[in-house]
Structures are given as C-alpha cells and as structure tokens.
C-alpha cells in the first residue's frame, strides 16, 4: 500500500514542470555514490529505484534536512545478512551492539520490521546546541525502542514508519551501522501529520 501511495506522488509530481525537476534532482543524489551509506539507509529497495521511491526518499529527506527528524548511527561492526539468516542477524546484533542497546529479530515477517532495537531509558547521546555549547541527552525522549528494518526495504516504508510511529531503525546490506531516524517530540510529528492542528481543530468543531 505505501509503496502505490509513493508511486500515486510520483505521478502527481510529474504532471509538472517542477514536479519533474525536483524528481531528477532527487535521484542525481541518489546516484551520487558518496552518500550511499544514507541513501540506503532511508531506503535499499528492492525493486529499484522508482519514481515513487525516489519521491518518497524525497520526502524523508526533507524531514531531516529541516530538523525535524533526526539521524544517529549506532555501530554494530557487522553487516546484516540476508533476510532469511534471522538467527545469523541475532548474533551479529547481539555480539556487535554497544552495551546500551538490544535487539530482538523477529522469526517471521511482521508489519512492525523485522527486528525490534531496545535502549536503556538512560541512554544518552552528545548534542551541541545552536551556540556551539556541547552537552548529553536522552537519545529519544518520548521511547525507547524502534522497529528496525534490515537489508532491503522501500524509501516509502521508512517513511510510513516515521509517519505512524515516529521512529525507525535501519540496518541497510553493506553497512556496518544500524541507522535510528526520530522526530525530535511527538508534536512534531503530529504537526507534519496535521500542520497547524488545522484538521483536529475543524473535528473538535463537529464534535463540540
């Protein structure tokens, strides 16, 4: 389903001149192999490369070049393996993650990923704020798990998962990282869903 949405997009935008430009200029940076390592990470699709995957792509990549998701790395020093090996991935994650985090593959498929990661309610991560100040905090304030896809997955997927949940995880083939995408507070996600709280405002009128 979210993989005909980002396609259904992927028309819409190239019924126009714009539309069809930002398209191009989107996949250009996809092909750009010196950020292949965060392209796969938003998406490794298994299909390749289409228009909507590359609109969705799009879209997950403006919600983190504007602030409002964002991106951390947490190494593992060990790529995944095929999707099939679950009890090769468990061991790869479970030797390979820093102590703060654990994670549980899942024996079959599920809707929520393949794999659930788990951090302490005390984890930390390093923060410099807008003056240059470096300081800690909470990795994620609002959780402390994300569902975690491993290898393959579409840029439209990712983005459901911000969209529902807030929160996802990647752990792309060829990489040595899992990837953690986050929106900053659940306002933010909210507002993006609902910006200016437009729609939640007009049904409380109805509901009133």
Not at 90 to 99: N, V
Not at 167 to 190: H, K, N, Q
């Amino acid at each position: 389903m979210h993989a005909q949405v980002a396609e259904n997009y992927a028309r819409k935008l190239r019924s126009t001149e714009e539309g069809r430009s930002l398209v191009a200029s989107y996949r250009n940076m996809i092909e750009d192999r010196s950020g292949i390592d965060y392209t796969n990470a938003i998406g490794q699709p298994y299909g390749g490369w289409t228009d909507g995957q590359v609109a969705a792509y799009s879209r997950v990549h403006y919600l983190i070049a504007t602030g409002k998701v964002t991106k951390l790395t947490i190494p593992v020093d060990a790529s995944p393996g095929r999707d099939a090996d679950r009890t090769g991935n468990q061991r790869r994650l479970t030797e390979g993650l820093p102590p703060e985090f654990t994670a549980e593959v899942y024996e079959g498929n599920s809707h929520d990923g393949d794999a659930l990661l788990s951090w302490s309610q005390d984890c930390v991560m390093p923060w410099i704020d807008g003056y240059g100040n470096e300081s800690e905090r909470p990795l994620c304030a609002w959780t402390d798990s994300a569902p975690l896809e491993i290898g393959h997955t579409d840029a439209s997927r990712t983005f459901l998962h911000l969209a529902e949940g807030g929160i996802v995880a990647r752990w792309p083939y060829g990489s040595d990282d899992i990837w953690l995408f986050f929106y900053e507070s659940m306002e933010d996600r909210v507002d993006m869903a609902d910006p200016g709280g437009i729609f939640r405002a007009t049904a409380e009128r109805f509901t009133a």
